[in-house]
Nanobody
Framework: QAWLMESGGDSVRAGGSLRISCAAS??????????LAWFRQIPGKEREVVAG????????DYADSVKGRFTISQDIAENTLYLQMNALTPEDTGRYYC?????????????????????WGPGTHVTVSS
């Protein structure tokens, strides 16, 4: 059975970097294709997607707010999804979730950022102080 578990959340200073992880049991190394994504819940705002990845190709998509600063990646051997976050600002503070949904091959090889994700982890908290 597929499940997700995030880790690595921490408190960092503005301008710093942090990498968070998501153990993706039964997903990345499953032989099936999935779209994976990182979402975040910022206090007072709706949960938003920040990055997506198609496991079949490793193709990625990013929200404008994080493009050029965040990198989503997968380690197939470790069944792990990562989010490398650089140039962090206090506006990046929030709870970060990974999510997954099984898919057939996307038409352009990309998952995009508007899928209905079905499997969720409990989240990990990131605090960025000024």
């Amino acid at each position: 059975q597929a499940w997700l578990m995030e880790s690595g959340g921490d408190s960092v200073r503005a301008g710093g970097s942090l990498r968070i992880s998501c153990a993706a049991s039964g997903i990345i190394y499953s032989g099936s294709s999935y779209c994976l994504a990182w979402f975040r819940q910022i206090p007072g705002k709706e949960r938003e997607v920040v990055a997506g990845l198609y496991t079949g190709l490793g193709s990625t998509d990013y929200a404008d707010s994080v493009k050029g600063r965040f990198t989503i990646s997968q380690d197939i051997a470790e069944n792990t999804l990562y989010l490398q976050m650089n140039a962090l600002t206090p506006e990046d503070t929030g709870r970060y979730y990974c999510a997954a949904v099984p898919v057939t091959v996307p038409p352009d090889g990309h998952c995009g950022l508007k899928l209905d994700y079905r499997i969720w982890g409990p989240g990990t908290h990131v605090t960025v102080s000024s």
